[in-house]
């Protein structure tokens, strides 16, 4: 039997999606731990919340029957803070290990950037840098 749901019965669910709601949202349902906030997302077991750190949102960690996790690394946490700061610890390693493997643009890249794109370091080796005769190119 194929049912469907008229137009009137789809208004009456509310149409904010608790996944969507920010931590200063008042339905929001916000557990504030030293520094984060976890914003009650969905879930029952185990029950998921995006943690926030000021105002931006790190990432996901999960509440268990027994333990807490969070969505990095296979470790298993008894309180969510450890959750939350193995998390957060978690990205900044990977922030610094990502800084540290990048090498700046070649001038050549550069020259491809838009103007306005450019910054005032980046404008620095712009000007010093002399393109070889073959780099020339007549348009």
């Known amino acids: 039997m194929i049912t469907t749901f008229s ?3 789809a208004q009456l669910d509310d149409p904010r999606e608790r996944i969507l709601l ?3 949202d008042p339905n929001a349902e916000v557990m504030e731990i030293l520094g984060y906030n976890l914003v009650y997302v969905n879930g029952a077991c185990p029950r998921n919340y995006r943690v926030y750190k000021a ?5 996901v960690i999960f509440q268990h029957i027994t333990h807490w996790s969070n969505g990095v690394d296979s470790l298993r946490y008894a309180e969510p803070i450890d959750a939350a ?3 957060d610890k978690f990205l900044n390693v990977a922030r610094i290990s990502t800084m540290a493997t990048e090498q700046p643009p070649t001038e050549e ?3 491809d950037k838009e103007f306005d794109a450019l910054t005032s370091d980046e404008w620095e080796r712009l000007k010093k840098h002399v393109p070889q005769a073959k780099d020339l190119v007549a348009v």
Do not use: C, F, K
């Not at 105002?55 to 990432?59: E, K, L, N, T, W």
């Open 7 to 9: 137009l009137q019965e």
């Open 22 to 24: 920010p931590p200063t």
């Open 55 to 59: 105002d931006s949102m790190i990432g």
């Open 85 to 87: 700061v193995g998390l």
């Open 109 to 111: 890249e550069l020259l």
